[in-house]
Every structure is written in C-alpha cells, then in structure tokens.
C-alpha cells in the first residue's frame, strides 16, 4: 500500500496506490468524505472501500482532496475537488494504461465529486456511493446518469435523509439499460457507526454482482 504523490491541479496530491497482481485489470478511484469536516482518505470507510476492490483484484488508488494531509491547496466548494479527482483519474490510468474499465466509490461528499466525475468519464462504467448527500449538494447534473450503481443510506441518517436520496435517484433519468439501485442499512448513521460490516456487505455483493456480469458496453448493445 505505497504512498504516491502527484502532480494536482493546485499542487501536489498525495494518495495510496494497490497495484493488481493480474495483467490488463480494472481500475478503482475511492472518493473520501468532506475535507471541513474531517474528511480524509484513511476514514474508515474509504478505507473499507479501497481494500473491497483491492480484494477482487482491482488497481485502486484512494488519494486526499486538496488542502487535506499533505495535498496542497485550498476547500474549493466541490469544484476544484472534482479536478482532483479527474486528474486522479489520469493518473491511475497512466499507471494502468490496459485498464478495460473503471469505477468510482465515494463516501458523502465523496459521491457527490464522484457522481459528478463519472458524466464526464465514459470509461467509468460502475460507482459504490455511501451516504449520497443529496440534501446538501445538487444531483441535478445526472441528466442522464451514464452509468449502473448503487446508492446505499442508513435509515437513521440525520444528516443525508434517506427517504430524500431515495427521492432524489428514483427521478434520476438513466441511459437506455443502466440502472441506479438504491439500499438501506436498518439503523444505521450517516457514518455507519456499529454498522460498517453490514455497508460493507451490501457493497461486496452489489460488485461481485455486477462483475459477474458482462460489461455494460456490451450488455446493451442494441
């Protein structure tokens, strides 16, 4: 689990990176929560994340936001942060250049910056958002989301409501074969204090699900 640090928009990023032991393997980006409110890479949830695509031989790199550890450069309201993270992005993929696909997680302000990365990346044909700050930060730009994901709350999230996630990815238009799922972890907080087992498996078997199917380009092809 190397450090890396590359060059950002705004200065030096600086990231963990798990190379895979399998030639030609999918890429992973996991996005952490927001940086003003103590959100970094080794949140354990990230973290979680970032050894679940790391385990199903996965390349994925988890990296801090400007201004956070020692990524330089300032909060910038989501906007430079979505910079980060397509320069993240580019520089996974030059380190995996035969990557056959990509997926984004993130985790509050994570899926918010994540969900934005993916309408301008074709390459990113799944995502794994925690905790969808949908009450804080508008989805509206999913117009339409170009990729399958899934959306996953806790029913007793006091921050991000999950009744308005659910609201908000169940207007969400889709491209033609794609589909936005939305679960929920029973009890569970916005950091799914005491239920970070049962998040994790809902995220394991939402990807094995997915990875046991053939690629989105392919599955709905007309």
């Not at 956070?68 to 250049?97: F, I, R």
């Not at 170009?146 to 308005?164: E, L, Q, R, W």
């Not at 005491?194 to 498996?201: A, G, K, P, V």
Request: charged content about 25%.
């Amino acid at each position: 689990m190397p450090e890396i640090i590359f060059t950002g928009p705004e200065g030096r990023l600086e990231g963990r990176y798990q190379r895979s032991r399998k030639e030609n393997a999918p890429i992973a980006l996991i996005l952490h929560p927001h940086p003003q409110f103590g959100g970094t890479m080794n949140d354990k949830i990230t973290y979680e994340m970032y050894h679940l695509f790391a385990r199903r031989g996965f390349a994925v790199m988890r990296f801090n936001f400007r201004g956070v550890g020692k990524s330089e450069g300032e909060y910038d309201q989501g906007h430079g942060e979505l910079s980060d993270a397509a320069t993240a992005l580019d520089y996974l993929q030059s380190l995996n250049p035969t990557a056959p696909f990509a997926w984004v997680a993130g985790f509050s302000f994570g899926t918010y910056v994540g969900m934005q990365l993916l309408m301008r990346r074709p390459e990113i044909v799944g995502f794994i958002s925690v905790s969808a700050a949908t009450n804080i930060f508008d989805f509206s730009f999913l117009a339409p989301c170009p990729s399958s994901g899934v959306v996953i709350n806790g029913t007793a999230d006091k921050i991000c409501s999950p009744d308005a996630a659910r609201d908000v990815m169940a207007k969400t238009r889709t491209q033609k074969g794609r589909r936005i799922e939305f679960q929920t972890i029973e009890g569970a907080d916005h950091f799914f204090v005491d239920h970070e087992q049962e998040l994790m498996d809902a995220a394991s078997a939402y990807l094995d699900r997915r990875l046991g199917e053939p690629p989105e380009g392919l599955l709905f092809e007309d």
